[in-house]
C-alpha cells in the first residue's frame, strides 16, 4: 500500500474519472502475482506523486496489489 504520509504521493479520486475510463483501467491490468494480462481490478484507489500517477487495487483472481500506472497526454 502506498504510504502518503511522506508528503511524496497524493491520494486522488478515482471515481471523478469518466465510468469508461474507470471500467478501462479496472479491467486493462497486469497481476504480478498470476503473471497474466486483463484479469481485473477491484478497491482501486488512485495516487500522483512528482513523477507519476497510479491506480492500487486487488486482483480480481489471485487477491494481491496491483498497480497500474497511468500515462497522462497532454491536450
Do not use: H
Request: hydrophobic content about 30%.
Amino acid at each position: 500500500m502506498t504510504d502518503v504520509s511522506n508528503g511524496q504521493a497524493v491520494e486522488r479520486d478515482f471515481y471523478a474519472r469518466s465510468a469508461e475510463e474507470q471500467k478501462d483501467f479496472l479491467s486493462q491490468t497486469w497481476c504480478n502475482t498470476c503473471g497474466e494480462v486483463d484479469l481485473g481490478m477491484i478497491n482501486p484507489k488512485e495516487f500522483e506523486a512528482p513523477e507519476r500517477v497510479w491506480i492500487e487495487g486487488d486482483c480480481v483472481k489471485c487477491g494481491q496489489k496491483t498497480i497500474t500506472e497511468i500515462v497522462e497526454e497532454d491536450e
